[in-house]
């Protein structure tokens, strides 16, 4: 059975930073590609990050130059690395793994709350 077990979110200010962290289990995860998603209050779940089985990354344009996702293979996790963060960041933060540019999964983790606030 897969599960993702998501991590690391909190309240920060404006201009801070977070890493959070993704655990996957039940799949063979260095062949997986992974991604990041994120929903806001009131709005649909979008696709901020992804990465590949060979570490290639692709990015949301709203978080490019600000995130970054890595991946250790040896610790079936996935890291999204969150820099200047603004208040439209605020959203609750989940992984999953991809089928080509959605989740490949229907189940999927409890999320980690980021919130961004003076």
């Known amino acids: 059975q897969v599960q993702l077990v998501e991590s690391g979110g909190g309240l920060v200010q404006p201009g801070g930073s977070l890493r959070l962290s993704c655990a996957a289990s039940?799949?063979?995860?260095?062949?997986?590609?992974m991604g990041w998603f994120r929903q806001a209050p009131g709005k649909q779940r979008e696709l901020v990050a992804t990465?590949?089985?060979?570490?290639?990354?692709n990015y949301a344009d709203s978080v490019k130059g600000r995130f970054a996702i890595s991946r250790d293979n040896a610790k079936n996790t996935v890291y999204l690395q969150m820099n200047s963060l603004k208040p439209e960041d605020t959203a609750v933060y989940y992984c999953?793994?991809?089928?080509?540019?959605?989740?490949?999964?229907?189940?999927w983790g409890q999320g980690t709350q980021v919130t961004v606030s003076s």
């Open positions: 999953n793994s991809m089928r080509g540019l959605v989740a490949r999964y229907t189940d």
């Open positions: 039940g799949i063979i995860f260095s062949s997986n590609a």
């Open positions: 990465i590949n089985a060979f570490g290639a990354s």
